[in-house]
T-cell receptor, first 113, second 113 residues
Framework: DTGVSQDPRHKITKRGQNVTFRCDPI?????LYWYRQTLGQGPEFLTY????????KSRLLSDRFSAERPKGSFSTLEIQRTEQGDSAMYLC???????????FGQGTRLTVV | AQSVTQLDSHVSVSEGTPVLLRCNYS??????LFWYVQHPNKGLQLLLK??????LVKGINGFEAEFKKSETSFHLTKPSAHMSDAAEYFC???????????FGAGTRLTVKP
């Protein structure tokens, strides 16, 4: 078990470009979460999956954001037409259920220039 | 819907003195509650968790927290602060059903020599 893995660790993109991040959760963890964290703030909930089903999506998330978790394994988060306000650390976490500890990846730091 | 409120954005203590970080929660279900710590440029690490067992929960590094349903609180304490405790602390609520995991805004703990 190598923990939650996120790729890439860093991404610099030009405004208006699309970006995709990947998260590989701990195997057999059925819950997978995506969060966004900006400097000095707590992780902000974006969306989460129970197996392959996307059960909730934050109302703060614009239509430019989409996430998938095919076959309940890895997950991708795509941001279309990036804006400078999208610059943040994107965190992925996985857990066995709501009562159990969520394990976090190291995050993907996105910089939109 | 569920949420947490961390009552102090910044707490400063002297080394060797007690630490109290306050958290109030709101949840429609019997919640699971967690405290996570984030050191500068490090990932999120679980300190302790409450999942409807004993109301006084002991965690790593001498931290503990008490679940008080009547007060909807889950305050984090430590008898004697150490310099290495300086970090950002997050209170987290996770509910049943389709509820996701929500973070508080965080409390920055500073430990003075």
């Amino acid at each position: 078990d190598t923990g939650v893995s996120q790729d890439p660790r860093h991404k610099i993109t030009k405004r208006g470009q699309n970006v995709t991040f990947r998260c590989d959760p701990i195997s057999e963890h059925n819950r997978l979460y995506w969060y966004r964290q900006t400097l000095g703030q707590g992780p902000e909930f974006l969306t989460y999956f129970q197996n392959e089903a996307q059960l909730e999506k934050s109302r703060l998330l614009s239509d430019r954001f989409s996430a998938e978790r095919p076959k309940g394994s890895f997950s991708t988060l795509e941001i279309q037409r990036t804006e400078q306000g999208d610059s943040a650390m994107y965190l992925c976490a996985s857990s066995l259920g709501y009562e159990t500890e969520a394990f976090f990846g190291q995050g993907t730091r996105l910089t939109v220039v | 819907a569920q949420s947490v409120t961390q009552l102090d954005s910044h707490v400063s203590v002297s080394e060797g003195t007690p630490v109290l970080l306050r958290c109030n929660y709101s949840s429609s279900y019997s919640p699971s509650l967690f405290w996570y710590v984030q050191h500068p440029n490090k990932g999120l690490q679980l300190l302790l968790k409450y999942t409807s067992a004993a109301t006084l929960v002991k965690g790593i590094n001498g931290f503990e927290a008490e679940f008080k349903k009547s007060e909807t609180s889950f305050h984090l304490t430590k008898p004697s602060a150490h310099m290495s405790d300086a970090a950002e602390y997050f209170c987290v609520v996770s509910g049943g059903g389709n509820n996701d995991m929500r973070f508080g805004a965080g409390t920055r703990l500073t430990v003075k020599p």
